[in-house]
């Protein structure tokens, strides 16, 4: 391979000099299957930039793949009883065929445990540190010797010492929202094992990244004044507030080995490992790959969500040229975040429209979910998804606007001009018909701005736009009014023609200009039309004379249907029944701002609830529910949740053991009022005979509240 050697100090190439382009998009985590913020993020934008790349005859690779690496999938395994292999292999094959469902045009999706990603990675990091390239540092880590697991601060939990929750996380507090480190909780546990971490030395290898700073804000600020804002503003940030040696390796035995004799039971970082997954994508994908990687003609866009900016406009900027022979981003336009009905999406919470259901909810209306993210794309500013806005959006838009228009223009056509493209009578034209061709010819450049600089909203807005002057000029041209004075003068059939050759032509230029961000709705426009994807050129968009005058075409298809309001109250319904209790397991949380936790493009996600079967009324009235009131409880010796309670029914008081010590004191309860399961088979536990259980609600943040009647109630009185 030859490699490019030095660095470009000045951005000389413009969009037309570039000879090739390599888009990425972020490697998602295969832990867990794709929501819809994923889709807005990144994947959706990336998508459309690259079908208008191909569009306009650009030399264009587009690469992604799964993230298979990190702790959380190594413990998802061990929880599930399984291998991390198998647990990767489950969600890759969800995730690659909610994408390919979608339309994400990838020209491959691979994943991070192929063999070539290892030998690319273990390479990467090899030539590193044979030029020296690393610090080797030994420190102190906390380790779990039941799970013989050293654990990142996020897998250490115990009490918070400002606000006494017990499930506080060895990096944050997430009721109260402190920052944290391991040695200030109270009775820190490991999450894995309940095990008293403890610390051990281990060794690693550290990239110092401070020696970067002075060329990153030369190449990035100084080069790059054109990133969209929210990706400069956090980069700056980060180089404002310097930069530290990072550790590029970590203990695990899952992950790409590293490369070294002394380095047993070692990884790279995930974080390391990752982004060199572009590249060993685009080897797989193609023997030229270094023409992509290694070439200065090459314009290389990293398409991510916010959480990743600084691993792809820090980090992996300064591996790559500390690496030497790469290209560098030309841009990262990095998406904020989507919420969903007012809420931050949630994946450990359930709160998530699941890429993988949507399509089995709704098919066929792929296009109409491209449509809804792109439309509301979170570019500058979080966003928020609303079922409601989906359906207007689809109604009022897609069907009232862009499908309205063609399907007039078809049924029209067919009944006043035989099914077939009339003529155009240049000397009849009039000024309403000069506007809409001044129309057709302006919206490329304007929808073609727009997508050069990433604003996919924007470009979005300018087709639908072009749609909406299509039913404006229909509307003031009325050829079905025009045809009913046909026989007095039969002249009228010009009029009748150019306004349905236009409409038609616009038609046409609606095929090309919306193919990048609905592509299935760009085929059924080519099928109507009975013309072949080559019409669909980026070329062709802006031309008034795209469809031949005496072509047949074919009747009209319906491009969206309308959907109703029942479907939405069912997706709303199942968004809040599927809404489930907060892990307190921090493989399934959401915040993921810790080392060896992948920030979360990477979606730490756990499966979606499995709601619970439908019961009889029956089912439900064996159960003997009682209220009851604690009067003693004490902890369980040599049992850190457990607490002996007694409680009194009135007409009886018996022993029930639960698992609360952790967020109760025996004092702080006795007196409450409880409901109890009463007729639940007696159980041992540590000796004690507990007869029945206390009901429990677990608040979002892992926190217990007891449920109890409102008002004091009588001891014994029946819950039903
Ligand atoms: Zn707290």
């Known amino acids: 391979m030859r490699y490019f050697c030095g660095f470009i100090t000045e951005r000389i190439f413009t969009m037309t000099d570039y000879k090739r382009h390599l888009v990425t998009a972020a490697l998602p985590y295969a832990n867990g299957p794709v929501h819809i913020g994923h889709l807005a993020g990144c994947y959706v934008p990336a998508d459309i930039y690259v079908r ?19 702790v959380p999938i190594t413990i998802r395994a061990m929880r599930e009883g399984i291998t991390p ?13 909610s994408f390919a469902q979608m339309g994400i045009s990838f020209d491959i999706y691979s994943r991070t445990s192929d063999k070539i990603h290892h030998e690319t990675a273990s390479a990467f990091f090899k030539k590193m540190y044979d030029e020296g390239l690393f610090e080797e540092k030994e420190s102190e880590q906390y380790y779990d010797e039941k799970t013989n697991t050293f654990l990142a601060d996020r897998y250490i939990t115990g009490t918070c010492p400002v606000c006494s929750n017990p499930n506080a996380y060895g990096d944050q507090c997430e009721r109260c929202g402190t920052s944290l480190s391991p040695e200030q909780l109270i009775n820190p546990r490991s999450a894995l094992s309940d095990a008293v971490p403890v610390k051990k030395t281990t060794k690693h290898w550290y990239f110092p990244l401070q020696q ?4 990153l804000k030369e190449w990035a600020l100084e080069g790059h004044k054109e990133w969209k804002n929210n990706v400069y503003g956090q980069v700056k940030s980060w180089l404002d507030s310097g930069l530290h040696p990072r550790a590029m390796t970590r203990d695990s035995n899952w992950g790409v080995k590293v490369p070294l004799p002394d380095a047993e039971g070692k990884v790279l970082y995930v974080w390391f490992d990752a982004p060199i997954g572009y590249i060993s994508a685009t080897k797989q994908l193609t023997d030229h790959w270094a023409d992509y990687w290694c070439k200065e003609d090459t314009k290389l866009v990293h398409f991510i969500g916010k959480d990743n900016i600084v691993f792809h406009c820090v980090i992996f900027p300064s591996m790559l040229k500390a690496h030497g022979g790469f290209v560098l981003p030309d841009n990262v336009p990095a998406n904020e975040f989507l919420n969903l009905e007012g809420e931050k999406i949630s994946t450990s919470r359930n709160w998530a429209v699941w890429v993988d259901e949507y399509l089995k909810d709704f098919p066929g209306c792929e296009d109409v979910l491209r449509y809804v993210l792109c439309a509301n794309a979170p570019e500058t500013k979080d966003n928020d998804f609303t079922w409601k806005d989906f359906q207007d959006r689809n109604n009022s838009e897609l069907v009232a606007i862009f499908g309205n228009f063609v399907n007039r223009t078809f049924v029209l056509m067919h009944k006043l001009c035989g099914g077939k493209v009339p003529k155009l009578h240049e000397a009849q034209l009039d000024n309403t018909d000069r506007a809409i061709i001044a129309d057709i010819e302006a919206a490329k450049g304007k929808v073609q701005s727009a997508l050069d600089n990433y604003r996919f909203r924007d470009g ?15 509307q003031e041209k009325q050829p079905w009014i025009v045809a009913k004075s046909l026989a007095e003068n039969p002249a009228a059939q010009q009029s009748i023609d150019n306004s349905l050759h236009l409409c038609l032509q616009l038609t046409a230029n609606l095929a090309v200009l919306v ?16 013309v072949v994807d080559k019409m669909l050129d980026w070329d062709n968009a802006g031309k008034v004379k795209l469809l031949s005058v005496g072509y047949s075409l074919r009747e009209p298809q319906l491009l969206f249907r309308k959907i109703e309001d029942s479907e939405i109250a069912a997706q709303v319904e199942k968004l809040k029944a599927s809404l489930f209790k907060p892990a307190t397991d921090p493989a399934t949380t959401d915040a993921s701002t810790t080392e ?21 009324y029956d089912d439900f009235a064996r159960l003997d529910l ?30 029930i053991v639960s698992g609360i010590a952790l967020h109760f004191a025996p004092e702080n309860i006795i007196g409450r009022q409880v409901v109890i399961v009463a007729n639940l088979a007696p159980r041992k536990m540590r000796g004690i005979e507990s007869n029945g259980m206390i009901l429990m609600a677990t608040q979002p943040d892992g926190s217990l509240q007891f449920v109890n009647p409102d008002e004091t109630s009588a001891n014994g009185a029946m819950v039903s």
Not at 53 to 63: E, G, N, S, T, W
């Open 460 to 474: 979005l807005f300018e087709v639908i736009d072009l749609a909406r002057k299509g039913n404006k000029y229909m």
């Open 52 to 70: 208008y790349l191909r569009a306009k005859k650009q030399d264009v690779k587009f690469v992604c793949g799964s993230d298979e690496h990190g």
């Open 596 to 616: 060896a936790a992948k920030p979360a493009d990477s979606t730490e996600t756990v499966l979606p609830a499995e709601a619970k079967a439908e019961i009889q």
């Open 85 to 97: 292999q198998q647990v990767v292999d489950k969600y890759h094959a969800i995730i690659r065929d």
């Open 626 to 655: 009682k209220v009851a009131t604690i009067v003693a409880a004490e902890k369980v010796a040599k049992a850190d949740k457990l607490l002996k309670l007694e409680v009194d029914l009135g007409y009886e008081k018996r022993t």
């Open 515 to 530: 193919n990048p961000f609905l592509p299935n709705t760009a085929q059924k426009l080519l099928q109507m039309m009975k």
């Open 212 to 215: 970067y700073e002075p060329w």
